[in-house]
């Protein structure tokens, strides 16, 4: 059946379709640190934590700090959405009621990628994400932990 | 808008890109600027009286205007500097209509802390009131579901920062982690009007705030000396009847009557104690909450008792909500004033007295807070830092009662029902 064997021109928007029906993150986005950091694994909520503020130390005691993404980039929206199961609104509500409560301000923004990989290559405790795919030497990504 | 507000909101757009290029900086102090605001309109089916966000409020919606932009509408805007590890400072100033019906700006919070350790601080100045669960964000619409918090159950506390001291301990318990706080300091406002002051003096409060996952707790116990001047009027009059020679001489005990009257019902340094509970779930996807507070002080204010449910459900960019809330008084409504007065052509003068001073009395504790509400309403985050929200409140009040409305017109009969609709834009920047 030769039929079969065609790639018709709209499978690919079908594909992405139903990729985005599904709700499967398009993006895979990783949770990186410096290659001489000593963190190795975390757990999702760990990494949240640190994200949001509500935890300032590794599981080793060494200082954590995150680094996000500019605010409005696709990264930085799939990265909460996948890890925190929050959209950016709910992420920025929840910064103005740790801002305007004098308990904090939400992590520095450090963008595109590659400025991400070279900020944590220079700061052993600093924790940022980046896609999968922009992975190389100078950061490795942490291990997720259940 | 009102000049002022648009003062504040100049000096913001100034001052946004210094404190910005100083934040940049690393090493030494850390300097942060942020703002949050509200600009909405509110529309009340009662027009003989004003429906009002709190009851520190000049005007409102229904017999101010009929679209009222001044229930909600407001402009903060927070300076906080971080000195060293230990020593950091808030300054929150906030723009919103107050007893006057101006927006002069006020300190909302100015005030250093000091961190002993990561988890033990301490802070000295104007400093927030953490009555209920969404007191630190109470005026930052933008943190809220809602298009503001349900008026029954926030009603119960207006004042909503103190001039003091507060302790603050993290602890963490297992997975959970709480934040006590210890605060002891005074607050006053004044009241629209020309209703005077009403302080809170010698105020203490112990609250716990624990986290665990997804589930927030809350409760907290205050007490304080409670006066409002508003009242004074009324029971001086009791206090005048009592030391009436006429009524000294030949009535004797209506005079006791109506000193006892004074003493009782006078909020002149009257204890009044403060107790809340809430509690919030929110996964992500929905989200429920719930609080009950209850005020209680021997004095015209009685008992009043609050509580309020309300969940919502996250749809992308729409998170339409509901709310039930109701607000009671748990003390009477109403009382039989000075009755020992003997009957009869020579004392009918002051027999009016005693019933016009009777009457003023009852129509106060008959003031009370009484209602029933359904909220509907869908928060639409449309833009980045901005959302718009729509709401609709239905409210039955209780008999004889105004519920939460203020400043009623002659004509106005309590009992009934109204709806409010409120459209708001919220931000932060």
Known sequence: MSFLNRNPSWAPALALALSLASGAAVADVVPVVSAKSPVYALSKNEVIDIFLGKLNRFPDGEPAVPIDQAEGTEIRDDFYMEYANRSPAQIKAYWSKIVFTGEGQPPREVSPSERVKKVLADHPNFIGYIERSEVDSKVKIVVLTK | MKREMLGLACATLVLSNAAYAQSEQSGGPIFSFDGFGTLGLAHSSEDKADFLANDLQGTGAGRGHSWSPDVDSRLGVQFSAQFTQQFSAVLQVVSEQRYDKSYRPQVEWGNVKYAFTPDLSVRVGRIVTPSFLESDTRKVGYAQPWVRPPVEVYGLVPLTNSDGVDLNYRLRLGAASHNLQVAYGSSSAEVP????????????????????????????????????????????????????????????????????????????????????????????DWFVMAEWGQTDTRSVFGKRQAWYATGGYRLGKFTPYITYAEADLKSPQSDPGVTALPGGAPFAVLNADAASLNAALNEQLAGAPIQKTISVGVRWDFARNVAFKLQYDYSRLGKNSPGTLDHQLPGFVPGGSYSVVSAIFDFVF
């Open chain 2, 193 to 284: 009007e020309n209703g005077g002051t009403v302080s809170a003096k010698d105020a203490w409060l112990i609250a716990d705030t624990m986290e665990y996952g997804a589930m927030t707790l809350h409760a907290a116990y205050s007490q304080s000396k409670f006066s409002l001047d508003q009242f004074a009027p009324l029971f001086n009059g009791y206090r005048q009847f009592a030391a009436n020679p006429a009524v000294q001489a030949y009535a004797p005990q209506a005079a006791a009557q109506a000193d006892a009257l004074a003493d009782r019902y006078d909020p002149d340094d009257t204890p009044i104690t403060f107790f809340s509970i809430g509690a919030s779930y929110d996964p992500g």
